[in-house]
């Protein structure tokens, strides 16, 4: 797999279709994401009522849906959702947001789960609390544990998916269950800015509306959202200024620099 | 018209006045249009809730109703706080933000367009949807028309509400369904940002809550938003930094600028 | 007492600790809240769904609570929340947003302020709200009294409360009901930006979370956000660069401009 090459290709194919990203997400992360949708080159929308969100994915070309802020009333419309996509054979990628941190999550979480999600994207604490194979430490909705305690965790979840599932942190990983890429993109001033994994889910979301193959769709998506992080953070001079800076990355990435710039290592 | 005089004056009243603006606007927007708002001169309230909402109306200079991210529970809010600004004669403006997506959107709209907002201002495929005039195509909340194609659809709808549209686009339409005026401030970097056309919503908000001739009013909010974005753009070096500069941009516009920067032809 | 020595004792802890806050805040000020948090070192949750929120508190270090979007399903939710932190002795802020605005916000304020918090933070308008010592006259959220107006009301207040009252504005004053703080640090451009308040009452959660004696807390935050705003006005062209260079200025806020820079004045 030639991660760059794809990555450039999955971009071009995003800018020419724009394809239309539906967001079932959290109330934090509701204007990075959608503005990182723009900057991409797809079109997002926020459609969560019960009245019109299945009405929505039969336009969607992708469906993403993050529990960060979960209530009660969104649940409802996030199995709907959820199911209308499976039936319509749409892409749809679920963030687990804290899954670790309370049983209401973990409920919910676990039902979304069996819904078959084509990609799951968390950090190592969510994943391993979502797979149950080990023991989750989770503080908040941040991650005390690192990819390389998740990979087992991650690797069980994606064979008993048969999908795709990542791991972001300071290496990220993406996994079908039998195949693990590692990538290296990204800078750790990402990790003080609000929303920036959920933006990514968007982006997975757009990515995977132009790809079929889940792994090759999320591998893209996490690459090209660490390299633009990455580009931003050489001029920015703290959290607020990296926020603007990977938006104008995200929308200024050009061939030569995704070509060389991005670091994944299939393995496995 | 003189519109770049009289952009000038309502801009100073605003300034000096600081209307309080009420919004009962989307979860994607909220932080745009309260900066925008601040940025301007204004005081931005977002108040939603139905067992206040009447009550801030009477407190509040103006009012703005966008159905971005739609919900059962806020239709009820909506409905009471344009009967309270009618009631009051205080003027509201309808966003009919991706009217043309869902039937749930396309049922809420044209109910609150019953109750005549004083200005409607949406993307082209949203007034040809609301006016029901032309066969409206939109992709989720993204417009898939051009001004031009929406002129007599904004001119129908205008008619029927004895009130003011405004169709934003490449060229942005102002009428009042007898006079007609083309805009054409702003830059196409501005659609790579979310929600800045329901920051313009929030901004037109502001001016017709110093000027009740609603074609003036909206044709000064467009073109004043339009010159911030394209002050912007000569130094953005992206989304991201054009929407940082946006704001900068709305809140120091001087006299020399906005009278040398307005581009509007009124005709018809 | 050493504000400045203080203030770098407090920050140096929250980034060492770096502290979970929960927040039950307004839809305007999520983005904002969280991005302080993660910039001053601490970890931001956003959690109210009555289902989780007070198995959240048991993992919270500290919980914040705001009415600024207060709708009826979240009241609940703040009740059980601060009703939790209470039994737990965790540390709580209430930040009464456009409190004198409604009778519905009346209400609520008034049965959370019988429950107690360990810190109010307002404008001067809201405390005098609050405490119903004078004639409050509130602009929709903005504050239309001064600092030296609320100071009688803040006292009362805290004296009620025996806990601690923040008074923000041109001249912040931090009271116990006996010592009164005042605080110099700030910007006027800061106005110009929207939930910054809120913001400020979010880093006021990080801070009580490793400070007990909340006189010392609520000064600390209040200072070092004023003196955080202060140097982002420094190079700031206008209210959306501000906005950015704050969070950067948080970030990177070093012992010497901490020790030089705080200008905070105890009296009585």
Chains 1, 2, 3 share one sequence.
Do not use: Y
Request: aromatic share 2%; glycine share 8%.
């Amino acid at each position: 797999m030639n991660v760059a090459g794809q990555s450039w290709t999955l971009l071009c194919r995003v800018r020419e279709r724009a394809p239309l990203v539906q967001n079932i997400t959290n109330l934090v992360a509701m204007d990075s994401a959608a503005n990182a949708l723009l900057a991409i080159g797809a079109s997002p929308a926020m459609v969560h009522a019960v009245e019109e969100v299945a009405e929505f994915v039969t336009i969607a070309d992708a469906l993403t849906i993050n529990i960060g802020t979960l209530s009660a009333g969104w649940v409802e419309s996030m199995r709907v959702a959820a199911r209308t996509a499976n039936r319509l054979g749409k892409p749809w990628i679920l963030d687990p947001v804290g899954v670790g941190a309370t049983s209401f999550r973990r409920k919910v979480a676990a039902e979304l789960i069996s819904l078959r999600p084509t990609i799951v994207r968390g950090n190592a604490s969510e994943i391993i609390a979502l797979a149950g194979f080990a023991e989750a430490r989770q503080k908040g909705v941040d991650s005390t544990q690192s990819t390389a305690e998740a990979e087992a965790s991650a690797m069980s979840l994606a064979r008993t998916l048969r999908n795709t599932v990542v791991v972001t942190g300071a290496t990220d990983l993406v996994t079908d269950g039998e195949r693990v890429v590692r990538i290296t993109n990204g800078h750790p001033l990402m990790t003080r800015v609000t929303a920036l994994g959920c933006a990514l889910t968007a982006v997975t979301g757009a990515i995977a509306a132009v790809e079929s193959e889940s792994l090759a769709a999320a591998t893209t998506a996490t690459a090209l959202f660490g390299l633009a992080g990455e580009l931003a953070a050489q001029t920015a001079r703290g959290p607020g200024s990296l926020r603007m800076a990977l938006m104008d990355a995200l929308h200024g990435l050009d061939e030569a620099t995704v070509r060389s710039g991005i670091r994944a290592a299939p393995s496995g």
